[in-house]
């Protein structure tokens, strides 16, 4: 027997219908519209009348792999982070894009199948227009930590992502040195080894172009000599995270934890070292998951950046800053947080539950009641 709906049942159907997807396209989708659209570029009204370069940073996306990553968790990951990236590139528009270190869960482990896979999905996720320049720095997850680093494990992330132990990026006057923190540990091996080669060679050239010596063209900067940038995925020495006060820092608890040189941030002597040689005016890291603004005493401000996945971190953020030769200026931004949309789907369920019942019930319970009451009446 063929059952036919009549047009309000259907009506109610498509209504219904319309109100899930909605539901969902903002939970999972519009969401990011709305708290990134607030998120603007810092003021630039301390800037010089050069034009400021526009960079973005994030750090700790950790891209889930096949040996610790639920199939679930990874798609809905992966999910987030390309909605927010991709989000906030249409909204900011930067020139620059550093992300500091661990790209990858599990880098430092896959085979070479996996790793090609980790990339393709990394490119595609993180994909940005020709007009922006993204640079990856590699990270102890990629590659492993100092002691496990094998000469494959670099070289497969470097070709990959084209990059090396220590480079120099110059635009408009602004310089920003990136390093493998990895490779600083100053003990000679094969990775440190080639690290302090070429850092001597791009302390050379910052010198150079800081004293205007008779230097050859190769050794002068591109542009005019400015501080340099720093940029790692290890923050630089500290004891620990009591110094942090920014809203996205780590919990109490784990800012007393005291960090161990070489694991949790870089060694006491090789952070002189690298200060000596670079003289930055600012340290950009990531690797602890939480954010971090340090005024070092040698007027050096160090900022850490918040995990960008949502499995670290459950406020997650990211940082845009605009650099002029001389100066700049800080914003961070804030994504939505996983407890908010749960809160959303959660208050939207309880609301449509709400007005079935209101809408069904109480005429079930109007009716049975009369009934009831009838009967009574009847019987007396």
Known sequence: MIKYFSLTTIKKFALHLLCIIGLLFFCEY?????????????????????????VMFLADTHLLGT????????????????????????????ELIFILGDLFDEGLWSSEKDF????ETFKYL???????KLYPIVGNHDIGFHYSITPHLEKRFNKNFNTSPVELISKRNVHFVSINSMAMEMDGCFLCHAAKLKLNIISKRLKCSENNNKCSKTMMLDGNYSKPILLQHFPLYRKNDMECNEPDSAPLKEKEKPFREGWDCLR????????????????????THHG?????????????????????????SYMLALFSMDNFSIETCHMPQEYTIVFIYLISIMIFLYF?????????????????????????
Not at 293 to 315: C, L
Request: aromatic share 14%; with cysteine; charged share 20%.
């Open 116 to 119: 090609n896979s980790y990339v």
């Open 67 to 94: 040996r610790k990553g639920h199939w679930l968790d990874k798609m809905i990951r992966e999910w987030e982070m390309g909605c927010a990236f991709q989000t906030a590139i249409k909204f900011h528009k930067p």
């Open 356 to 380: 079935k019942i209101l809408k069904f019930k109480p005429t079930f319970f109007i009716n049975n009641s009369y009934h009831l009451f009838y009967n009574k009446k009847s019987n007396h």
């Open 268 to 287: 006491k002597d090789a952070t002189e070292k690298l200060l000596k040689m670079i003289q930055p005016r600012l340290v950009f890291g990531g690797h």
């Open 30 to 54: 519009g969401i990011f519209y709305v708290v990134l659209s607030r998120c603007n570029w810092p003021s630039d009204r301390n800037m010089t009348s050069e034009q400021p370069v526009k």
């Open 126 to 132: 993180f994909s940005v227009s020709s007009d922006i």
């Open 292 to 316: 971090c603004h340090i005024h070092h005493a040698n007027g050096i401000h160090e900022y850490s950046i918040s995990s960008f996945n949502w499995r670290n971190k459950y406020n997650p």
